[in-house]
T-cell receptor, first 116, second 115 residues
Framework: AQSVTQLDSHVSVSEGTPVLLRCNYS??????LFWYVQHPNKGLQLLLK??????LVKGINGFEAEFKKSETSFHLTKPSAHMSDAAEYFC??????????????FGGGTRLMVKP | DTAVSQTPKYLVTQMGNDKSIKCEQN?????MYWYKQDSKKFLKIMFS???????INETVPNRFSPKSPDKAHLNLHINSLELGDSAVYFC??????????????FGPGTRLLVL
């Protein structure tokens, strides 16, 4: 079975300061990992994904995440927060269910707040 | 332009009613999904269809019945609505099944409120 734990339900940063959203996972297989962002009253947008290629993954809007197998972590970072980054962020692990469908398991989400 | 679309965007209804939510994707994908997001923002998969065939059914009450008339559409019908069905329902699609690395593309969500 797979699971995802987002260690912080809320993170507050000042505009222009770094962002760190933490994620730990467990998976029986070599996982694929994703970060999705959900702006208020909107759908989910893919930020980036890890699929066993480079361990440092670059995504959209200046976000990146590093896959660390030894720590079972996939933390999301951004050097400098922007007001438009305020949203809910979901760390997601993907698993093949009986080779018949990839199933996403979502973390509980981290709400990022950006102060001016 | 819209990749994955859902209708309606908002749905307010009384307990005991039957309602449907429609989903369409114009990405040419083979696989479609329904997810439920509860009031605490927790997202969980409900169903997955590949080329009109059900492949994942995550212990959802049988009041929920997905229907896929073709691979571009996956509708969700809910019978005898209950208060606990209030949630945001997301449709998603991916190019194919059989790869854990496949990106799923999400619709804007349908906000269901049962009174």
């Amino acid at each position: 079975a797979q699971s995802v734990t987002q260690l912080d339900s809320h993170v507050s940063v000042s505009e222009g300061t770094p962002v760190l959203l933490r994620c730990n996972y467990s998976s029986s297989y070599s996982p694929s990992l994703f970060w999705y962002v959900q702006h208020p009253n909107k759908g989910l947008q893919l930020l980036l994904k890890y699929t066993s290629a480079a361990t440092l993954v670059k995504g959209i809007n200046g976000f990146e995440a590093e896959f660390k197998k030894s720590e079972t972590s996939f933390h999301l970072t951004k050097p400098s927060a922007h007001m438009s980054d305020a949203a809910e962020y979901f760390c997601v692990v993907s698993d093949l269910r009986n080779n018949a469908g990839n199933m996403l398991t979502f973390g509980g989400g981290t709400r990022l707040m950006v102060k001016p | 332009d819209t990749a994955v679309s859902q209708t309606p965007k908002y749905l307010v209804t009384q307990m005991g009613n039957d309602k449907s939510i429609k989903c369409e994707q114009n990405l040419g994908h083979d696989t479609m999904y329904w997810y439920k997001q509860d009031s605490k923002k927790f997202l969980k998969i409900m169903f997955s269809y590949n080329n009109k065939e059900l492949i994942i059914n995550e212990t959802v009450p049988n009041r929920f019945s997905p229907k896929s008339p073709d691979k571009a559409h996956l509708n969700l019908h809910i019978n005898s609505l209950e208060l606990g069905d209030s949630a945001v329902y997301f449709c998603a699609s991916s190019l194919r099944t059989g790869g854990s690395f496949e990106t799923q593309y999400f619709g804007p969500g349908t906000r269901l409120l049962v009174l």
